[in-house]
Every structure is written in structure tokens, then in C-alpha cells.
T-cell receptor, first 116, second 116 residues
Framework: GAVVSQHPSWVICKSGTSVKIECRSL??????MFWYRQFPKQSLMLMAT?????????EQGVEKDKFLINHASLTLSTLTVTSAHPEDSSFYIC????????????FGPGTRLTVL | AQSVTQPDIHITVSEGASLELRCNYS??????LFWYVQSPGQGLQLLLK??????LVQGIKGFEAEFKRSQSSFNLRKPSVHWSDAAEYFC??????????????FGKGTLLTVNP
């Protein structure tokens, strides 16, 4: 149980285009979803937290107009990287929690984004 | 500010040998502590967690961790390592930030290599 999927698993796009990444909780309803970014050989950095039906809460330094997060249902959250640039290339990971406390998070497999 | 330190970037052990991965945290209150494992191409899998109570926590795959408040440590141990344990291991502390926002702060990870 507690499976989280992400789609796509990898994507290559041209600079200036937008890319949408989906995160789904497959066998539970996720009250809260989190989006992380992981650089090579680095830790996971929290980008934003979203609760179903509410606006996402972004971490300091994360551009909310660039990284659009939508949590329209209890099983789906999307991250859209708008006007992507090479520096946005990274590994994006989502997680989901059944409680607003988020104390136990279940992670998706991640999405590798490469911007040319 | 909360922080997690994993002093060892890379550890190599022989199959069958014992393992200890170190984790130190900085947090003002009683922390929620986690160990996750990340295999290539896969999401983070929760090994174990500590919220309160018994300071020796048992997890999946034969792992255990001990919370030592006096040392601000939460080291992960396994008595006999299997080749399939080769992966990246992340320690994390859960805490509330800015009121009700819950977040995980991760260490930079320890890469475990297992020699046959």
C-alpha cells in the first residue's frame, strides 16, 4: 500500500517551453502533497507544500510563478515548470501524506527533467 | 534552524559485515526522525521512523536506529549487510515551520557500496 506514482519519469524539453509533471497517490487519498528538487549528489530540497483545494505554500527562494503547483484532487498534484531554462534541469520528486501533519510521507519515483 | 548532518558521503562494506550510518540533527524541540533509502530509478522508501517512546526503533529489511538525545544522533544500523542494501541512505528530521507547515529536512545522504 501507499504507492505514489509520477509521470513522466523523464522528460527532455527545449528552453522556453513548459513542462507538466503529475504526481498521483494510487491507493490512498493524500491530504497533503510535497514537491522536492534533488540536485546530483545533493539532498532533497523542499520546494512547496500543497493541500487539496488550497494554494500551495512555497519555500523561501522558490519562484511561485515559475513552478506552478495544482492540487485539484485528493489523488493528484501537478507541478508545471514554466518557461523552462537549462538551470531548471533537475530531479523532481513528489511525496504524499494522508494527514495535514505530513509526518509520514510516501515518495514517488521522481522525474528527471533536462532542459536543452 | 533545523539541519541534518550525515558525516559519511560514501561507505563501502563487505557483504555480511555490520553497518552503521551516522546521522546528527539540530532541532530545538523533540524531533521526528526518519531514515529513507533511495535506489537508482526508484523513489525514497521509508526504513524507519522515531516519534517518541522507545529510543531503539526497528525498521524494515533488518534495519534499526537508536535515538540518542544527548548526542543529537539517530544512527542507522544493520548487523549483516546484503548486496541488495547498496543504495543511497537519507536521514531526515520532521518539524513544523512557520506555524502549521510541516516539513522534512534531509541530510545530504550516504552512498552505500557493498562488496561481494
Amino acid at each position: 500500500g501507499a504507492v505514489v506514482s509520477q509521470h513522466p519519469s523523464w522528460v527532455i524539453c527545449k528552453s522556453g517551453t513548459s513542462v507538466k509533471i503529475e504526481c498521483r497517490s494510487l491507493d490512498f487519498q493524500a491530504t497533503t502533497m510535497f514537491w522536492y528538487r534533488q540536485f546530483p549528489k545533493q539532498s532533497l530540497m523542499l520546494m512547496a507544500t500543497s493541500n487539496e483545494g488550497s494554494k500551495a505554500t512555497y519555500e523561501q527562494g522558490v519562484e511561485k510563478d515559475k513552478f506552478l503547483i495544482n492540487h485539484a484532487s485528493l489523488t493528484l498534484s501537478t507541478l508545471t515548470v514554466t518557461s523552462a531554462h537549462p538551470e531548471d534541469s533537475s530531479f523532481y520528486i513528489c511525496s504524499a501524506s494522508v494527514s495535514t501533519r505530513g509526518d509520514t510521507q510516501y515518495f514517488g519515483p521522481g522525474t528527471r527533467l533536462t532542459v536543452l | 534552524a533545523q539541519s541534518v548532518t550525515q558525516p559519511d558521503i560514501h561507505i563501502t562494506v563487505s557483504e555480511g559485515a555490520s553497518l552503521e550510518l551516522r546521522c546528527n540533527y539540530s532541532y530545538g524541540a523533540t524531533p521526528y526522525l526518519f531514515w529513507y533509502v533511495q535506489s537508482p530509478g526508484q523513489g525514497l522508501q521509508l526504513l524507519l521512523k522515531y516519534f517518541s517512546g522507545d529510543t531503539l526503533v526497528q525498521g524494515i529489511k533488518g534495519f534499526e536506529a537508536e535515538f540518542k538525545r544527548s548526542q543529537s544522533s539517530f544512527n542507522l544500523r544493520k548487523p549483516s549487510v546484503h548486496w541488495s542494501d547498496a543504495a543511497e541512505y537519507f536521514c531526515a528530521v520532521g518539524h513544523y515551520s512557520g506555524g502549521s507547515n510541516y516539513k522534512l529536512t534531509f541530510g545530504k545522504g550516504t552512498l552505500l557500496t557493498v562488496n561481494p
